[in-house]
């Protein structure tokens, strides 16, 4: 993220102010930058020139392209994750308790954030970006799914942890199918679809191994015949493949 300044002096809010503004005009530029011309073909001047900000300013206050690309997804994800975390609150505030219905919440939020950031979420999620952003978009995948696997207070377990990355999966790319959307109604549809997915998965919570065998109807396992190799369960005789 943007470097923040060290130490207060008798013009530190000023300076502090002037610091933030030039900070935002950078990432601002960049957003647009980025999205009209993708990571690799964008160049530190068309920044800076947009910014009416200067090369030298760009390096102290982010320490290049790549950093700067970076901040920009970061601030990103926060304004995500602040949207998906304050929808949650806000229902557990109104009395909702139960782990699906505010799975369900936050990932409306998330999907709405999607749409209103879609020119970012296209960029972040199109494959560009500087060396390392793929590995630093999967570790930020496994914290969310711990998030969301402590959300809807899963055991840790391999089913469970499969679970909640399914789930999670799920959002992902809805809000890549969201982002993607022409129009609001579509968009809408979308988040609505990737909503009801989410709570048929979630209706019967993580799948059991035990639950296969105890539901109605299900298959038993069949167990070995007794009689001589050769022989089917009605007493035929199974043929070799060469006998087919």
């Known amino acids: 993220m943007a470097k923040q300044p060290a130490g207060r002096s008798a013009g530190g809010a000023w300076q502090w102010g002037r610091t933030a503004q030039t900070q935002r005009a950078l990432l601002d530029a960049a957003r647009e930058v980025f999205v009209e011309q993708g990571f690799p073909e964008a160049s530190i001047a068309d920044v800076v020139e947009r910014a009416g900000s ?4 760009l390096y102290h206050h982010f320490g290049g392209k790549s950093e700067l690309f970076l901040a920009l997804w970061q601030e990103h994800q926060q304004a995500l994750e602040e949207a998906a975390s304050k929808a949650v609150a806000a229902a557990k505030g109104a009395g909702v308790n139960d782990p699906a219905e505010l799975f369900s919440v936050g990932s409306r939020a998330y999907l709405e954030g999607s749409w209103l950031r879609r020119d970012l979420a296209l960029l972040f999620l199109s494959g560009d970006g500087p060396a390392g952003f793929e590995v630093m978009r999967r570790q930020r995948g496994r914290q969310w799914i711990a998030q969301n696997d402590a959300l809807l207070k899963l055991s840790d377990t ?3 942890r499969l679970y909640a990355a399914i789930l999670t999966s799920l959002i992902g ?3 890549r199918e969201v982002a993607a959307a022409r129009t609001r109604r ?3 549809l979308v988040i609505d679809a990737v909503i009801e997915y989410a ?3 979630s209706a019967g919570g993580p799948w059991k191994p035990e639950e296969a065998h105890d539901a109605p109807g299900a298959a038993r396992p069949v167990a070995p015949s007794r009689r001589g190799n050769g022989a089917d369960a009605s007493g035929g005789t199974l043929s070799s493949p060469s006998q087919r």
């Open 158 to 160: 391999s089913l469970d």
């Open 54 to 57: 200067s090369v030298g300013s």
């Open 173 to 175: 790319e809805g809000a």
């Open 186 to 188: 579509q968009a809408n």
């Open 199 to 201: 709570r048929r998965l």
